[in-house]
Nanobody
């Protein structure tokens, strides 16, 4: 089991920057995948960025070039650095994790077994 807890959300104006943090705990010694997802009201959950067991990353085309996912094991943290924010980035952002398996669909929610509670991000014009 992996426990996840997001923080760092808030309000920012268009063009601004913000970093989100996911602290993980539990059985984290096993190789695992992690990712950030987001969900706007009335919309499906969208994969934002993933970080695989080898440290390779995948980004949604909607955020590539603006967002960066990173992982700092020393402090058990997954970080999503966001820049050039747009109103369409407004959503609840979730941290997700799963243990190693045959990799596929890294940005689809069905791949992940463990989820945080989410942190709100609001980008205003």
């Amino acid at each position: 089991q992996v426990q996840l807890s997001e923080s760092g959300g808030g309000s920012v104006q268009t063009g601004g920057s913000m970093s989100l943090y996911c602290t993980y705990s539990g059985d984290t010694t096993r190789r695992h995948y992690m990712a950030w997802f987001r969900q706007a009201p009335g919309k499906d959950r969208e994969g934002v960025a993933s970080y695989d067991v080898d440290g390779d990353t995948i980004y949604s085309p909607s955020v590539e070039g603006r967002f960066t996912i990173s992982k700092i094991d020393a402090i058990n943290s997954l970080i999503l650095r966001m820049s050039s924010l747009r109103p369409e980035d407004t959503a609840v952002y979730y941290c997700a994790a799963s243990y190693y398996r045959n990799p596929r669909s890294m940005l689809h929610e069905s791949f992940y077994d463990y989820w945080g509670q989410g942190t709100h991000v609001t980008v205003s014009s």
